[in-house]
């Protein structure tokens, strides 16, 4: 049972994820290939509060989000002057050197080695440590960011949103400044991806370089084509599916190695025939390109 459960809490994160990703990709179309590097940056933040400096959890995760969003808009306000392919090798970059940050600055970070014993949340003094109960937790932040990002792409703001997507030109030529609109949507992403690094570091209660590499990114920018961009019942699908469809890999008895392996190539073929039979997705509203 609690195997299930902690699926479970994984796909509530990879659900964060994916919305936040979602509103780049889908509702903007920014295409945005390092989404991950948000999500490392709340982990880390987070994680080095509570292990360097004693501050709770419930603390660290509002402090991690904000530094996500700031880096988003850091990197965002020069990034946005590129256009299609320019922009996704830039936001490629983004996830490369937030990697390379992680594994290297061993004084702070440990490196490889990772950083253990990162401390659970807690609640009036007890411990949020049974499975269940942060599933509970994890359920509320998604449902949290499920309302949050649907609130926007339904307020005057996302029509913009959408509009940019479509042309962004012509939405220049309606008076709308177009580069605040995007950038509001990038720090809003990586916000919410930092909120997912942050519950995926307390969860684990240990992070290394190898959980927020490139790979990562694509997994989710996987989930969002899989489920259907511009589509919140789809990101939800998305991830719930590519999170729980590997795990059927385990009963096949393959090794680990092997298994890591099937699951890229997995991943990859999803990609190619969703990019070719099925562009929208499963629930998409729009395709990109």
């Not at 049972?1 to 780049?24: D, E, W």
């Not at 309606?174 to 509001?184: E, I, N, Q, V, Y």
């Not at 790979?215 to 969002?224: A, G, K, Q």
Request: proline share 4%; hydrophobic share 55%.
């Amino acid at each position: 049972m609690n195997y299930i459960l902690h699926i479970l809490v994984i796909a509530g994160i990879y659900i964060i994820l994916t919305l936040s990703l979602n509103l780049l990709v889908g509702y903007t179309g920014l295409p945005a290939l390092g989404h991950i590097a948000f999500a490392c940056i709340g982990a880390y933040v987070s994680a080095l509060l509570a292990l360097r400096l004693g501050i709770s959890p419930w603390l660290g995760l509002p402090i991690g989000a904000v530094v996500a969003g700031l880096l988003g808009l850091g990197v965002g306000y020069p990034s946005l002057r590129l256009k299609g392919d320019y922009l996704a090798l830039a936001t490629f970059g983004l996830g490369l050197i937030v990697y390379a940050v992680a594994k290297n600055w061993v004084e702070l970070t440990r490196g490889p080695m990772g950083l253990p014993g990162i401390p659970r949340f807690d609640l009036f003094g007890w411990q949020i440590s049974q499975v269940w109960a942060y599933l509970i937790l994890v359920t509320v932040f998604a449902l949290v960011t499920i309302v949050f990002i649907g609130r926007i792409v339904k307020a005057p703001i996302g029509r913009v949103l959408r509009a940019v997507r479509d042309d962004e030109i012509a939405a220049q030529a309606l008076g709308k400044d177009t580069r605040k609109h995007k950038l509001m949507a990038f720090v809003i992403g990586a916000f919410f991806a930092g909120i997912a690094g942050v519950l995926y570091a307390h969860y684990i209660t240990f992070i290394d370089p190898s959980s927020f590499t490139v790979m990562e990114s694509i997994t989710v920018l996987l989930m969002v084509i899989f489920g259907g961009m511009a589509s919140i019942p789809g990101s939800i699908l998305g991830a719930v599916i590519l999170v729980v469809l590997p795990e059927a890999l385990r009963f096949l008895g393959l090794p680990s190695s092997i298994a890591a392996q099937v699951r890229q190539m997995l991943y990859g073929a999803l990609l190619v025939i969703f990019m070719i039979w099925r562009p929208k997705g499963l629930l998409g509203k729009y395709r990109m390109g």
